[in-house]
């Protein structure tokens, strides 16, 4: 199985920018979607992004679209989540979450990256 480690988070002033890396180790990433979730202070888990296994379909939340792009490096077991643009309400502990390209759930989780925006 997968195991999912994510990294490049950080603190940053308003307006800032930040790439998260999502490395992959155990299998090749090429085989998995993957999903970026953030989980502000207090708050639930929420859904940031996706993109699919093959790089050719991306998706984002309202809150984040024109700000956020995420991408995918397969022949580096890598997805990132690049970050612009950033404000406050962006400060989030961010996991990337994957899944098998034909099953539905998502398993399999990183242990998170912490996000502080300052104002």
């Known amino acids: 199985q997968v195991q999912l480690v994510e990294s490049g988070g950080g603190s940053v002033q308003a307006g800032g920018s930040l790439r998260l890396s999502c490395v992959a180790s155990?299998?090749?990433?090429?085989?998995?979607?993957v999903r970026w979730f953030r989980q502000p202070p207090g708050k639930e888990r929420e859904f940031v992004g996706a993109i699919s296994w093959s790089g050719g379909g991306t998706d984002y939340t309202d809150s984040v679209k024109g700000r956020f792009t995420i991408s995918r490096d397969n022949a580096n077991n890598t997805v990132y989540l690049q970050m612009n643009s950033l404000k406050p309400e962006d400060t989030a502990v961010y996991y990337c979450a994957a899944r098998l390209y034909y099953a539905v759930q998502y398993a399999y989780w990183g242990p998170g990256t912490q996000v502080t925006v300052s104002s």
């Open positions: 155990g299998r090749t990433l090429s085989d998995y979607a």
